[in-house]
């Protein structure tokens, strides 16, 4: 089953903050995120593990709240860099039914 | 080179016809995935290898649609009998294994179908 993403699209001045949500109505074993280039492959960003963690690099970070079996990737002080689209994909067991979130359009404007 | 490697790039083919897609994943990866692209969509989920089990096969939308992986290695989609519908950007993604790995993508082979 698809994770919902939300928002579907976001419009950031450089410099400020977004919040991307991803959220399954089934009990998850991980959450991963990629980000999207337009015309490019996706690319890694990072990977949750249910117990709930935290993760981050750089000005990008990510939460997953296994009680709520939501993730959140947070964006801080966004750069010209950070646009694209945002995929979560949510893995439900060790290897098993991997499926990617319908993305978040995320466009950062100088 | 290091990273994925797919071919063809871009293929233009008419309606009806067969079309094979390769993928070369990163060397020691041992979980295969293949993803369906089309215009402004998302990513959707269509085969799955991992070492020398069963391929989940739960995302290949219709019977025209196969794969195979050689070897542990190289795999190859099918799409017989093509359709305008198949029209998408094929996404080709390698990982050491099933499970909490990132998933390297590769550059993905662009098919239209006149």
């Known amino acids: 089953q698809q994770p919902v993403q939300s928002p579907q699209a976001v419009i950031l001045r450089e410099g400020e903050d977004a919040v991307i949500n991803c959220s399954s109505s089934?009990?998850?074993?991980?959450v991963h995120w990629y980000r999207q280039k337009h015309g490019e492959a996706p690319v890694f960003l990072m990977i949750?593990?249910?117990?709930?963690e935290q993760k981050g690099h750089d000005k990008i970070s990510a939460s997953f709240n296994e009680k709520k079996q939501q993730s959140s990737l947070y964006l801080t002080a966004s750069q010209l860099s950070y646009s694209g689209t945002y995929f979560c994909?949510?893995?439900?067991?060790?290897?098993?039914?991997?499926?990617f979130g319908p993305g978040t359009r995320l466009s950062v404007l100088p | 080179g290091a990273g994925v490697s797919q071919s063809p790039s871009n293929k233009v083919t008419e309606k009806g016809k067969d079309v094979e897609l390769r993928c070369d994943p990163i060397?020691?990866?041992?979980?295969l995935y293949w993803y369906r692209q089309s215009l402004g969509q998302g990513l959707e989920f269509l085969i799955y290898?991992?070492?020398?089990?069963?391929?989940?096969k739960s995302g290949l939308p219709s019977d025209r649609f196969s794969a195979e992986r050689t070897g542990g290695s190289v795999s190859t989609l099918t799409i017989q009998r093509t359709q305008q519908e198949d029209s998408a950007v094929y996404l080709c993604?390698?990982?050491?294994?099933?499970?909490?790995?990132?998933?390297?993508f590769g550059d993905g082979t662009r098919l239209s179908i006149l």
């Open positions: 993604a390698s990982s050491l294994g099933g499970g909490y790995r990132p998933q390297h």
């Open positions: 089934k009990a998850l074993y991980s």
């Open positions: 994909g949510t893995e439900r067991d060790y290897g098993q039914n991997f499926v």
């Open positions: 949750l593990l249910k117990g709930g």
């Open positions: 060397s020691g990866h041992t979980a």
């Open positions: 290898f991992q070492g020398n089990s069963a391929p989940d």
